[in-house]
């Protein structure tokens, strides 16, 4: 997602970086490139015109020329003007007391995901309490009927429809009165889409809004579209006065024109946007996790709400018990494999971690999925006490378990090497916040050590200088126990020698 752009906007700031002092001309150049990537985005010109005019206005001046990092303060005064484009959101649906009805209506163009966001709608909704009743108002399309049906029935939601009827504004108006008796305190209307805004189309959405009066209006807008469906939101918020934007198919090879554009031409908050084709696919929408997404900052804050939300409780806290007793063993290691492997694909996670943009561009080609079934493999095919104690594993054992797993025999030994750099790591994390474990994991990556691949590779050091007087004890004392252990060997060693 927003590949181009980031690249786009990562080698403007780059002409910027290492530059003691800029010149009016420098900086200049620099923002004609970012300029550029917007446009390449397809993000609509009026809005690159406005976003260009307020970044120049504070990177051209004295005090940012002349500053000891200006493109520091270029990349911060992006990231908030990208912030202000997106922003301000409000979240809240706006829904009534419970004994009340609350009628939403989503509407768009055709194929830009009001079916199916309507039924994710449903979802949340019932996860929060409520009770939806789902509205097929297209009459468009025959199997527009039978697509909500199937949709309510696998979140077990009561779908509304009329087969017989061609008037969508009675089916509506039907549905409402009904919902009460059906025990539904939320209404969503499905309307028809159109490949074009028209006459008719917008007659008939109107029609609905002055008759059903629902409490909000969203328009559904496809996240892979730029100027287009931005210009079609400008005639959707003339003729219905939009509460909402929500964006969809932002899991996809969005360019950004439409997250970046939506906002400023229709003046309407972004709500959620649509991340995939399942249902609990709708997340709500934080400019500034975006504005760091498309920085290549990352989306740290969304990749540990769904951690969160992913990850088997229970298992976590079972874990994290087993960290504080300083255990950690290669059966931990697998179940945090698994656990990881709920959240998606590593290219997934990576585009959502900072700094890993360009990494996960270095691994194109190279399936770190994959990688983390082989892993997965080699420790599937060790006994329960090689899982627990890895030094028990000899050549012969290696070479049983790599054919086992379908492996060389020296991965194995790779696997054993990193998890023992990596056991260290773990249990010193444990007890700690996320925010602190965040910094362990980025000390990590900064060090090397962590490939994503799952391949831990170099080990450096430098991760200690950052360690804590009480962590620097704990590891003298494992370095001192190492020692006294190895001394220890090497005088048996010597003992039984002389015998
Ligand atoms: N990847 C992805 N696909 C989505 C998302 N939202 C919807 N889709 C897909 O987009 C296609 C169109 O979705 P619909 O919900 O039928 O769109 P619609 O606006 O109701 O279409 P019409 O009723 O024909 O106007 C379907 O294949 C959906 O699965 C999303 O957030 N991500
Ligand atoms: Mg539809």
Redesign the pocket.
């Known amino acids: 997602m927003f590949e181009s752009l980031q690249d786009g906007l990562a080698s403007a700031l780059k002409t910027l970086r290492g530059k003691a002092r800029l010149s009016e001309g420098n900086m200049r150049d620099a923002l004609k490139l970012v300029e550029q990537s917007l446009l390449e985005a397809d993000v609509s010109l009026p809005v690159v015109k406005a976003f260009m005019a307020a970044v120049a206005e504070q990177a051209i001046g004295e005090s940012v020329l002349k500053s000891l990092d200006p493109s520091q303060q270029v990349v911060g005064i992006v990231y908030q003007e990208l912030i202000n484009l997106m922003g301000p959101v409000d979240h809240s649906l706006h829904l009534k007391s419970k004994d009340e009805v609350t009628v939403l209506m989503l509407c768009?163009?055709?194929?830009?995901?009001?079916?199916?966001?309507c039924g994710k709608l449903a979802m949340m909704l019932k996860e929060r309490g409520r009770v939806p009743l789902l509205v097929a108002a297209?009459l468009?399309?025959p199997a527009?009927i039978e697509?909500l049906s199937v949709l309510g029935e696998q979140i077990g939601v009561s779908v509304f429809s009329d087969r017989q009827s061609g008037d969508p504004v009675k089916v509506c108006q039907s549905a409402v009165k009904q919902a009460k008796s059906v025990g539904a305190d939320v209404v969503i209307l499905?309307t028809?889409?159109r490949l074009h805004i028209d006459e008719e189309l917008m007659r008939q959405l109107e029609k609905i809004d002055q008759r059903i009066e629902p409490e909000q209006i969203y328009l559904?807008v496809d996240g892979m579209t730029g100027q287009d469906a931005v210009n079609s939101a400008k005639a959707f918020n003339d003729a219905l006065e939009l509460d909402g934007v929500i964006l969809?198919?932002?899991?996809?090879d969005a360019r950004g024109g439409a997250v970046l554009s939506v906002k400023h031409v229709t003046g309407v908050p972004i709500k959620f946007i649509?991340?995939?084709?399942h249902l609990d696919?709708l997340q709500e929408f934080h400019p500034e996790r975006m504005a760091q997404r498309i920085l290549g900052m990352g989306d740290v804050l969304t990749l540990v709400e769904e951690a969160h939300q992913k990850f088997d409780q229970e298992e976590m806290a079972r874990q994290e018990e087993r960290m504080l007793a300083g255990i950690f063993t290669l059966d931990d290691f697998r179940k945090q494999l698994k656990q990881m492997t709920r959240l998606g694909s590593m290219q997934k996670i990576m585009s959502m971690m900072p700094g890993m943009g360009a990494m996960k561009k270095a691994m194109d080609g190279v399936d770190a999925d994959a990688d983390v079934k082989r892993l997965l493999g080699v420790i599937d095919s060790m006994t329960p006490a090689e899982k627990e104690n890895p030094k028990l594993i000899d050549q012969r054992r290696r070479r049983r378990i790599a054919v086992g797993a379908g492996v060389e025999p020296h991965e194995v030994n790779d696997l054993v090497k990193q998890f023992d750099v990596m056991s260290g790591v773990m249990t010193s994390m444990a007890g700690k916040g996320i925010g602190e474990r965040m910094k362990m994991v980025k000390e990590l990556q900064e060090g090397g050590m962590f490939d994503p691949g799952g391949k831990m590779t170099k080990q450096k050091q430098s991760t200690g200088k950052r360690l804590s007087s009480k962590e620097k004890g704990n590891l003298k004392k494992q370095r001192d126990k190492e020692l006294r252990r190895k001394k220890r060997l090497q005088r048996e060693a010597r003992l039984s020698k002389k015998m």
């Open positions: 768009g163009l055709q194929g830009s995901g009001k079916t199916t966001t297209d468009q399309r527009a697509q499905d028809a889409g559904v969809t198919k932002l899991d996809g649509g991340t995939g084709e696919a």
